[in-house]
């Protein structure tokens, strides 16, 4: 008899210990609209303080940016005040222990709100601290620029 | 029979720890079919790629709009030349994240009649399908403009495509 309890209490501890993990938690889709916001205030400190200190953007026709500083000075120089604004919409999202993951579409706008140009994008969100940040930011347009008209023949 | 219960005891507690280790043991990133992709592009195998994707998978290309669907990545990866333009990688970082394995690094697509290859950064997320692990969203960019006379060209049955 004390056997069978034994391994029954066996049994028990072992699925306890080994439980399956907590329902996933909701995408933290505020820090995600804090992101359009800052973008559109043309905040470059507060956009970096939306990512990891290790994170890295990788963006179309230039290098990797790497790390909090860097990923700044990209936002400073890429959306100073007065530069076109940004439409982005979700497509799927997914929660997985300290991990998410973001896919959508982005618009980039004209000074008269206009779509300029269409892309899309992943993002790869690390919990760390208790705070969910960006980790890994990749886009990309969905056609090559229009030719500027500097480059136009005449 | 105190010795009894110590001794289930003890089996109880390892039997405990030896199940959850199972659990936490870090599977490796599967190499061999990320190895396998390279080799499928480079030998030009557009319907060998096609098998590595998931069937809800999407390519997220540069220039163009997403991919969804093994048919449809057959028949982009068809417009790349397969087998003439050859794939390097270099600087791999994978991470498990839940059921998902990320994946990220640099590439050179070294075009035959180009003499410097054109360099850009990928990202991945693959995901099981029964024993296999298939690519489910991948991206790429350059890291410098692309001419516009150069490939990619349109895929057959994308233009226009939203």
Redesign the interface.
Same mark, same amino acid.
């Given at each position: 008899m004390? *056997?069978v309890a034994?391994?029954l209490?066996?049994a028990g /501890?072992?699925s306890a210990?080994?439980a399956p993990a907590p329902v996933p938690e909701a995408f933290p889709q505020e820090v995600a609209d804090a992101w359009v916001e800052r973008y559109e205030l043309h905040d470059a400190a507060g956009l970096a303080a939306l990512y990891t200190e290790d994170a +890295?953007l /990788? !963006? !179309?026709?230039?290098?990797?940016v790497s790390g909090r500083a860097a990923i700044q000075e990209f936002f400073a120089r890429e959306n100073p005040p007065g530069s076109a604004g940004i439409e982005i919409a979700t497509i799927e999202t *997914?929660v997985?222990?300290d991990?998410a993951?973001r +896919?959508g579409t982005v618009r980039f706008q004209g000074p008269d709100g206009e779509a300029v140009s269409a892309g899309?994008f992943?993002g790869?969100w690390k919990k760390a601290d208790g705070e969910w940040r960006i980790y *890994?930011d990749?886009w &990309?347009? &969905?056609? @090559?620029?229009p @030719?500027a008209a500097d480059d136009e023949p005449a | 029979m105190n010795r009894i219960h110590l001794v289930s005891w003890i089996a109880l507690i390892a039997f405990a720890g030896a199940a959850c280790e199972r659990t936490e043991t870090p599977e490796p990133f599967p190499q061999a079919a990320a190895d396998g992709w390279v080799a499928a592009f480079n030998s030009g195998d557009a319907a060998g790629l096609a098998l590595m994707y998931s069937e809800d998978s999407q390519l997220l290309p540069y220039d163009r709009p997403a991919v969804n669907g093994t048919a449809a990545i057959q028949e982009f990866w068809n417009t790349y030349n397969p087998g003439q333009v050859r794939i390097e990688v270099s600087g791999v970082n994978a991470e498990r994240a839940g059921p998902y394995w990320f994946r990220e690094g640099s590439y050179s697509a070294i075009y035959p009649d180009e003499g410097e290859p054109r360099v850009g950064k990928f990202m991945e997320l693959w995901k099981q399908v029964g024993s296999a692990w298939l690519l489910y969203r991948q991206m790429w960019s350059p890291n410098e403009p692309t001419p516009p006379e150069s490939p990619p060209m349109i895929a057959p049955g994308q233009e226009g495509a939203a």
């Open positions: 004390i *056997r034994t391994w209490a066996a /501890l072992s210990a080994c +890295q /990788l !963006p !179309p026709d230039a290098e990797i *997914r997985f222990g991990y993951y +896919q899309k992943i790869l *890994r990749i &990309n347009t &969905n056609a @090559p620029s @030719p | -």
